[in-house]
């Protein structure tokens, strides 16, 4: 039987309230033990008093969430403690429920008992995972999405089309004279139509992928075309500094936003020109390195000025980089001799929410359809599909040897376990530790 366990599910710190949660088949036993609360019926909340186990001092008065197995998010007796949120309060309190006979919980054993239980499946946990980290509205509706199951049942879907696939192959083997042989053209059509699914979901994955992690965003051009107060504009608030005298961005700046919903780390420059001063030397070599790591490059030219002869360089420069080119300062002038440049201004704001609108278009997110479209955010996900993808391409070659039916069943035996591993339907422990790893403590 599965111990208690207990931890405190709130980020430390103050806070108007805090929870100390326990989950086990003693967990009732346990809260009854420190709190006035005698009675636990499922899902209830009741208001009580809490209290140190031995002297009966109390602590704190607060409520108990009562959910009784198999109706809670770990299938277990759950109880959860609101108390008022001190942290030096919620540590007492979860000394007192530990003395009263739970186990501290590990990083994610609530989630993971959730997952035992067969309450989530792992593409459900990670995305437990992701929704507690998401930090920007296209981050956390993916997360729900994934929360909801949209990978667990199509994963779950083609794996089940490979297991009948392969009870129909094994049954032909085991009575060769009463089971008719599945036939090459039914076994092809069922492996080309995966074949297509699984290149949709790969391809889907890099959008998932970046959504999850953000999108990095390098502000370039040479000194004086605004890429401060274009970073400043971007980010809705003056971090940069600004200033009429080139070269005064030295140190690469960087900041997090959101654009049109999708998380962005923008990173401001140093205006790219040859200097002779050593700091601003330093500082355009860093400009340089962002240049080939970012997402994105935003090339900002000088409206007012024009296109010069550094610009060109710049182009130059960038040549092959996912680029946007920006002229900023139209409210001076439009008139800018570069190719599909997007006028804007960072002093008016005009025009901030083209270029917002185009950042997600080059980013390829302007279509991204959470009810349509599956978009794996998981790189464990994604590289255990490319590995069932590998299987499968091998699968087709064995489908065109004479004696298919014997080579082709432990093939679809692989991808048939390849596909169990993403949802956990059959996993080793060492994937599950691996998964947990990177939980918080009380979740
Ligand atoms: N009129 C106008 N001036 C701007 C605009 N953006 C920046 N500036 C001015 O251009 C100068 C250089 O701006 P800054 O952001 O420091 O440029 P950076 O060197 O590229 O970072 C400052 O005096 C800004 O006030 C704009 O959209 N319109
Ligand atoms: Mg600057």
Redesign the pocket.
């Known amino acids: 039987m599965n111990k208690t366990i207990a931890a405190i599910a709130t980020p430390p710190g103050t806070g108007g309230v805090a929870i100390v949660r326990i989950s086990g088949p003693d967990a009732f036993a346990v809260a009854a033990k420190i709190s006035s609360v005698k009675k636990f019926d499922k899902n209830t909340i009741k208001p009580c008093v809490l209290f140190e186990l031995n002297t009966k001092t109390v602590l704190d008065k607060g409520l108990l969430s009562v959910f009784k197995a198999p109706n809670s998010y770990t299938g277990e007796n759950v109880v959860e403690i609101n108390c008022h949120g001190s942290y030096y309060l919620t540590q007492k309190l979860l000394t007192e429920v530990l003395k009263a006979g739970a186990h501290l919980a590990e990083a994610g054993e609530f989630t993971k008992r959730a997952f035992l239980a067969g309450k989530l499946d792992l593409t459900q946990v990670e995305a437990v995972a992701d929704t507690i980290s998401a930090g920007s509205d296209l981050s956390l509706n993916l997360a729900l999405r994934h929360l909801e199951g949209d990978v667990q049942q199509k994963i779950r879907q083609i794996r089940g089309e490979f297991l009948q696939i392969l009870s129909e192959i094994e049954a032909a083997l085991d009575y060769p004279d009463e089971i008719a042989d599945p036939s090459p053209e039914k076994i092809r059509a069922l492996l080309k139509n995966a074949q297509k699914t699984f290149a949709q979901l790969l391809e889907d994955s890099a959008r998932g992928l970046l959504i999850k992690s953000g999108a990095v965003i390098a502000l370039v051009g040479r000194p004086n075309t605004g ?2 107060s274009l970073f400043n504009a971007l980010l809705k608030h003056n971090k ?1 500094i600004v200033t009429a005298t080139p070269g ?2 030295r140190d690469a700046l960087e900041a997090e936003a959101q654009i049109n919903g999708l998380r962005v780390t923008l990173v ?1 420059t140093a ?1 790219l020109r040859e200097t002779q001063d050593a700091v601003e030397k330093l500082g355009v070599e860093r400009s340089r390195a962002h240049l080939q790591t970012a997402d994105l490059v935003l090339a900002v030219f000088d409206a007012a000025s024009g296109a010069a002869a550094e610009d060109r360089k710049i182009l130059e420069y960038l040549r092959g980089r996912p680029q946007l080119r920006v002229a900023n300062k139209m409210d001076l002038s439009e008139k800018v001799d570069i190719p599909d440049i997007i006028p804007v201004s960072a002093k008016t704001g005009q025009n901030l929410d083209l270029l917002a609108a185009k950042i997600l278009e080059k980013l390829d997110l302007r279509r991204v359809d959470f009810s349509k479209n599956i978009y794996i955010s998981s790189l464990r996900q994604k590289d255990q599909l490319i590995r069932a993808a590998q299987i499968l391409a091998k699968t087709l070659d064995a489908l065109e040897t004479v004696d298919y039916l014997d080579v082709l069943a432990p093939h679809l035996q692989g991808i048939v376990a390849v596909l169990g591993e993403i949802t956990g339907d059959a996993v080793s422990d060492e994937i599950i530790e691996q998964i947990f790893a990177n939980f918080c403590v009380g979740k």
């Open positions: 890429k401060s940069a005064t961005t401001d205006g």
